[in-house]
């Protein structure tokens, strides 16, 4: 379960915040003065960084990622962000699963409890989070995974032939099954994580 802490002043800024990075290429590091020229000079401003982090649009170190570049594609940007939000806001969408500003006092008492924060801090983060919900699909948001491959090991006791070298034996799984494999990556800023994702990836389905 998550629920970031990130949140910024200028709410109302939120939509022409994210239509910069559209329009934009994207920078080798997002910086202050990045800000600046984009029209958002004010030090309120430099809160849109930590929530781009939040987010997964940038590294700890402020490189854009793969969904920031994937965000500037227009025809798939709501889908984007509807992810981010489903992870960085994983808490939220646990008390209502399709929340509305019908639901702003639930949130806020969740911002307030879970983070230990005033009122004041509490609602920003939750104009915070309503600002990017409107700017978000939640519902087209990829979800989890949806299925998992039995191990060779469950396939042998199943009823495998036991002189079969383990090969072969995935040989015949290959053939006989189809799977159809969603992943939903965590958000994490631990490059190790997605990196012993993709090798159990590859060394119980490549090899």
């Known amino acids: ?30 910086t202050n003065q990045l800000l ?47 992810q981010a939000l489903k992870e960085a806001y994983s808490d939220i969408f646990l008390i209502k699963e399709h929340p509305t500003t019908a639901d702003k006092v639930a949130v806020e008492g969740k911002f307030k409890s879970f983070h230990n924060q005033s009122d004041n801090v509490a609602g920003l983060m939750t104009k915070t989070f309503f600002g990017l919900l409107a700017l978000a699909d939640i519902n087209s948001a990829q979800g989890a995974v949806k299925s998992v491959p039995k191990s060779p090991e469950s396939l042998t006791e199943a009823g495998a032939a036991p002189e079969k070298t383990e090969r072969e034996h995935r040989s015949n799984v290959a053939r006989s ?23 159990s990836l590859k060394d119980h389905l490549l090899d």
Not at 45 to 59: E, Q
């Open 1 to 30: 379960m998550t629920l970031t802490n990130a949140y910024v002043l200028p709410t109302n800024r939120i939509a022409d915040f994210f239509k910069k990075i559209q329009d934009g290429q994207a920078p080798e590091r997002f």
């Open 36 to 82: 600046k020229d984009w029209g958002f000079t004010s030090t309120n401003d430099r809160a849109f960084i930590p929530l781009l982090k939040a987010l997964g649009f940038l590294t700890a170190d402020g490189v854009p990622t793969n969904r920031y570049l994937e965000y500037r594609d227009h025809s798939r940007a709501r889908q984007v962000l509807g």
């Open 177 to 199: 099954f189809h799977y159809n494999i969603q992943i939903h990556l965590p958000a994490t800023k631990d490059v190790e994580v997605y990196n012993a994702i993709f090798k």
